[in-house]
């Protein structure tokens, strides 16, 4: 069965500094995975997806995650931290076989100090 | 609907009462899912419904939880008996495609049994 470590529970970054949320995988064959932002008291947002192609995948609000196949990771990224940015992060993955369910990642807390 | 809809959005009950939880998906979503949110444990399955399949229930923690989905749109989580370890957020998703470019979630129902 398809699962995704968050191996942080709480990333601090100032504002400015680039921001960095690890998110390892473990699935059967190639990978989807994608990157949900959740803010207080809301659902979780979409924020980009790998499903091929192009390792560096580009989405909202500046973010960016990187596939790497040969350490299962799929790290996300953000250039300039911004507080707004503070929420919690999570990571997920699904398998190109016949199990339809994405599984996440017990998430990130990212807290952005002014 | 524009959106995933939930309600109510805050429930209130009593250990022992039982719970209905809605869903409404976005119009022309085959596939929904029911995710569970405890503090601290990430996002936990439950059940996911494709199309006019048999629904996967392999997620669903005991015989106290059900879920139906009427017509092929809106759906209900059913919790009998509630407990105390049944506080959680309880977050819907649908999506097009069997999930394979991701989910969108609605923002929850909060429930609290005391």
């Known amino acids: 069965a398809q699962s995704v470590a968050q191996p942080e529970d709480q990333v601090n970054v100032a504002e400015g500094n680039p921001l960095t949320v690890k998110c390892t995988y473990s699935?059967?064959?190639?990978?989807?995975l994608f990157w949900y932002v959740q803010y207080p008291n809301r659902g979780l947002q979409f924020l980009l997806k790998?499903?091929?192609?192009?390792?560096l995948v580009k989405g909202s609000y500046g973010f960016e995650a990187e596939f790497n196949k040969s350490q299962t990771s799929f790290h996300l990224k953000k250039p300039s931290a911004l507080v707004s940015d503070s929420a919690l992060y999570f990571c997920?993955?699904?398998?190109?076989?016949?199990?339809?369910?994405?599984?996440f990642g017990k998430g990130n807390q990212v807290v952005v100090i002014p | 609907g524009a959106g995933v809809s939930q309600s109510p959005s805050n429930k209130v009950t009593e250990k022992g009462k039982d719970v209905e939880l809605r869903c409404d998906p976005i119009?022309?979503?085959?596939?929904l899912y029911w995710y569970r949110q405890s503090l601290g444990q990430g996002l936990e399955f439950l059940i996911y419904?494709?199309?006019?399949?048999?629904?996967?229930k392999s997620g669903l923690p005991s015989d106290r939880f059900s879920a139906e989905r009427t017509g092929g749109s809106v759906s209900t989580l059913t919790i009998q008996r509630t407990q105390q370890e049944d506080s959680a957020v309880y977050l819907c998703?649908?999506?097009?495609?069997?999930?394979?470019?991701?989910?969108?979630f609605g923002s929850g129902t909060r429930l609290t049994v005391v």
């Open positions: 998703a649908s999506s097009s495609d069997r999930g394979v470019y991701g989910y969108t």
């Open positions: 790998y499903i091929t192609g192009d390792n």
């Open positions: 997920a993955v699904r398998d190109m076989t016949g199990n339809n369910r994405l599984a």
């Open positions: 699935v059967s064959g190639n990978p989807y």
């Open positions: 419904f494709q199309g006019n399949s048999a629904p996967d």
């Open positions: 119009s022309g979503h085959t596939a």
